[in-house]
């Protein structure tokens, strides 16, 4: 387990987020917001796992933030 895949991971979930914006429809949309919250929550539990406390806020701060976003834009 290293921090190169949980980068990996953490580009998988902003990938999915901006997927989002391009959503032809509301059902493609939380989708997209579906699969960029499971790979903040996989890369949160990565940084965990690997003691990294700071990555691990960060990664919570930007989750809270995709979510406030889905909820007051798209829902």
Known sequence: MS???TDA???LAEEAYARMYDATSPSEATARYSDA???FYTAIERAQALGDQQRVERLQ??????????RSQFS
């Open 3 to 5: 921090g190169e895949w």
């Open 37 to 39: 919250k499971e790979a």
């Open 61 to 70: 701060l930007r989750l809270a933030e995709v979510k406030a976003v889905f």
């Open 9 to 11: 991971v953490e580009l």
